[in-house]
């Protein structure tokens, strides 16, 4: 089975398990989000559920509303009752890398807004060591070179992101990504208070003790880890 197998069943398990009618859902970013996107829409239709949704990516709100699904602000809501992202890597005790798509500050502000949060992920997303996929940082384009100084003299290799044109990334909010390959991450959240301090940086993509319940798809079928 490809990756694209496992994506999707592991979006469509959660689709079919863990939405329910009136729910408030946050929606996130990436491939395996728009199958469960494509799966939810069709549910919406088929069923007739009043599901209102906040999107954390532009991506996926125009997918979204193709579909027929209400998409609203998350100003204009108090709390969610559930997220579903996908995720770059996921460490064995649960911690997670995000930012991949360079969405994971406003993926983060939605997670934290909401009551519980759910990743669907294939199985290739637990590889070990964590951090062997590059952590992607969002900062201040005026920060820029001040930060890769710093990241450099910290030893954490750090490469601003280029799109295939040789152009830096731009994030939603206009800001760039700095990934910081470390190859692995063994005190994460003392890398995430060091980032979150630096001045310039808008936010890391490590999302520590944030995950309720992960599904993984497999050759032998969704895993729900919860
Ligand atoms: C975007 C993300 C995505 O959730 C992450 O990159 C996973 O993407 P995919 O489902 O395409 O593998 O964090 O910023």
């Known amino acids: 089975m490809d990756q694209n197998t496992l994506k999707k069943s592991a979006a469509e ?11 408030k859902l946050g929606l996130g970013t990436g491939s395996t989000v728009t199958f469960l996107v494509d ?15 906040v999107s954390t990516s532009s991506r996926t709100k125009r997918q979204a509303e193709s ?17 579903i992202d996908g995720a770059d890597q996921i460490s064995s005790d649960y911690q997670g ?10 993926e ?22 964590f951090g062997s996929f590059p952590l992607p940082v969002e900062v201040l384009k005026t920060a820029l070179h001040q930060l890769l100084l710093k990241f450099e003299a910290k030893n954490l290799n ?6 295939e044109n040789g152009e830096p990334v731009k994030t939603h909010f206009g800001n760039l990504i700095v990934d910081l390959h470390l190859g692995e991450i063994k005190q994460p959240h003392e ?22 319940t992960v599904i993984v798809g497999r050759e032998a079928g969704p895993e729900c880890i919860d």
């Open 39 to 53: 799966a939810l829409g069709k549910r919406i239709k088929e069923e007739n559920l009043t599901i209102t949704t």
């Open 13 to 23: 398990y959660a689709c079919a398990n863990f939405i329910h009618d009136n729910m």
């Open 108 to 129: 983060k502000i939605v997670a934290t807004a909401s009551k519980r949060n759910l990743w669907i992920v294939d199985d290739s997303k637990l590889a070990e060591p």
């Open 67 to 83: 579909l027929g699904i209400k998409v609203v602000d998350l100003n204009d809501v108090d709390e969610l009752d559930l997220t």
């Open 97 to 106: 890398i995000k930012g991949g798509g360079a969405a994971h500050t406003l």
């Open 158 to 163: 750090p490469k601003l992101r280029l799109d």
């Open 191 to 212: 890398l995430g208070q060091y980032l979150k301090s630096q001045v310039g940086v808008v936010e890391h993509g490590l999302f520590l003790d944030t995950v309720n």
